[in-house]
Structure formats: C-alpha cells, structure tokens
C-alpha cells in the first residue's frame, strides 16, 4: 500500500508541477525570444501575463468540470489540449502569435495543479493527506526553481526547445494519470455542471470568511518567494550579474530550502498540533524577510549575500503549504474541485499581480524585491491570524 501511495504522490505532484514549469522554463530564453521574435522586454514580459490571466480565471472552471465530468476526463481535455498549445508556442513566428498560444496554455495548465489538490483529499486522510499534500507542495514549489535551469539547458539547442519539452512533459503527465490515477468522482457523486450552478457552489465557497482567509495566506507566503522567480531575468543577470545559464545559482538553494521544509512537513504530520507547526513557519519567515532587508541595505549586492534568505524563506513556506492547504479544502468535502479551484484562482490571482504590477515596480533594485518578499509575508500572517484556524489549539494533522 505505501509503494502505491507513492505512486499516487508522484503523479499528483507532476500534475500539480506543470502549471508553474509552463510560467518558468522559458524565463532564460527571453532575451532570445526579443530578438526571435522581433519584440521588445515589454512585449515579451506581456506573453507571462497572457498566460497568467487566462490561467487565473480558468481556475475558476476546472474543479467544477471535475465535480460534473470526473477528474480523470478533466485531466485528458486539460493536458491535451495544452499539449497543442505548447506546439504552438514553439512554432510562433512573432510575438502575437506566442500570446495567443500562451493565452491557450493558461486556459488548459490549471486542470492537472487543481484536480491533484483535490484528489489528493479524495485519496488520503488525515496525517497521510497531510504528508502526500506535502509532496505535492514540494514538487509544486520545487518546479519554479528548476524550471529555469531546465530552459537555460534547452536554450543551448533552441529556444524552441523549451515549448517542445513543455508538450513531452505535459503528454507524459497525462499517461502517468490515465495509467496510475484512480477515478475519485464516480458518477453517483457528480454535481450537475451549469454556469447557475457553479456560480452558486461559488458564492458559497468565496463567502466563507476562513477560507477566504486561510487561502489569502498560502498564496501570500508562495508570492513571497515567487516574485523572485518572475523577477529573475532581471534580478540575476542585472542585479547580481549572473548570465542565463547560471540561473541555478539561485535555484538549486531555493529547491533545497523547499525539499527541507516539506521533510519537515511530513515529520511533523500527527506529531504536532496543526497550528504549532504553521505558528512556527511563520516565527522563521519574519525573521528571513528581515535578515533579507538588512543585507539588501547594508551589504553589496551579490549572489551568495542575495539569494541565501530566499533558501531560507522557503523552508518555512513549505512547512506551512500542506496545512494550510488542507484547511481550506476540508471545509468543502463534497464539492472538493470546486474548493480546490477557488484556492488555486486566489493563489494565481496574486502571481498575476505580482507578475504584471510588483515585479516591474520594485525590481529596480534587490531592497524592492526584498520589501516585496516582506509585504507579501505580512499580508498573509494578518489574514491568518484573523481566521478560525490561528485561533483553535492543539489540533493534530
């Protein structure tokens, strides 16, 4: 049973993984993609946007398409189709045509990130819920430092090369799911999909104050890091005056600050009182968003003195993902997806902002980014501490 529970985590964190590889992989390659493409930084940085919006709003779809149709054939339409888009994306003869297929990515990437989420509920209980949510957590949080050392990879054969993975990826996904995933929705327990419906199961879900805030939280701490992500063409090559193919620089520390805060995660599911353990995420990432101030102001900028507190960030990010995770898909049980996609909108929906808003305005310099990292921490703590969560003791996995 645990090697099959393995399985099962594996596939649901490479569903889950997808959605952030197709924002990050090509980071390295857009300087190339200027020139390529016969665009400018701007109109190339617009090709984030155009999938990130399309993506936030398809959030919205996903989950209750897999509460009505199943979470299997949500999958097949939803990867199949990005499949086709990342084909697009890499034969795109000019910056228009990449908008459109990116747009067309963003409408199809969120299915496999939304259904894993709510799978990962319909599978597992308790502490293992708990500990296989950790896994995908990592391998979520894990694929946006990767990512781009990936596509500095593939950019030395061409920047083609980096949509081409992105189709393989998404096609060997969707097997690994049609070949180990069982069905969780059967149809005894579908709910009849109608835009009256939906916006009803919505309504309910967007006005429960806890989950509103519970998930304002887990998107607030992701945001942390990941502004650092959007912003790393600029913050590695201009600030700490890295080149494409060092962007591992940054990220092999990051991954290793993700791997070691979901460890934790997992140790600590059954041993620790929920709210304990997020308590204590939080302590550590105060005190990274400050240790990342003070060097921002009073030493020169350079990657060992930079990119250290973001490793450190993620640790405490990643110990308190699963929990929060969780949290706010149980108050949902019955339509699950559709919890699981008003979550995920509201996490992308700050990764949208961050990307077309934060990002340009403050990394002029790392101090921006580090104040970026410092908001976006304060922004989730106030909304948590104000939730039925923060408040409750001692409660267990």
Known sequence: MKKSSNILALVLAGLAALAPFAIDTYLPAFPTLERALHGTTVDIQHSLTFYLLPYTLMTLWHGAISDSIGRIATIKWGLGVFVLASVGCALAPNVETLWFFRALQGLSGGAGNVVARAMVRDLF?????????ATVQMLFGIAPAVAPMIGGVLLGIHWQAIFIFLALYAALALWAAIRYLPETMPPSKRQPLSAAQVLKDYSLIFKDKDFILVVIALGANFAGFFVYVLASPVFLIKHLGLNHHQFGFMFMPTVCGMILGSFLAK???GRYPRQQVVRVAYVWMAAVAVLNLIICYTLPAKPIYNILPIALFNIGMALAMPILSLTALDRYPKIRGTAA?????IQMLLSTVSAGVVVPLLWYAPSG????????LLLGWLALRNSEFWKVENIKA
């Open 369 to 376: 980014l580090a104040w970026a990292m410092a908001g976006y």
């Open 125 to 133: 209980e308790g502490a293992q819920a708990q500990r296989v949510m």
């Open 341 to 345: 996609s008003g979550q995920t909108f």
């Open 267 to 269: 140790r600590a599911a």
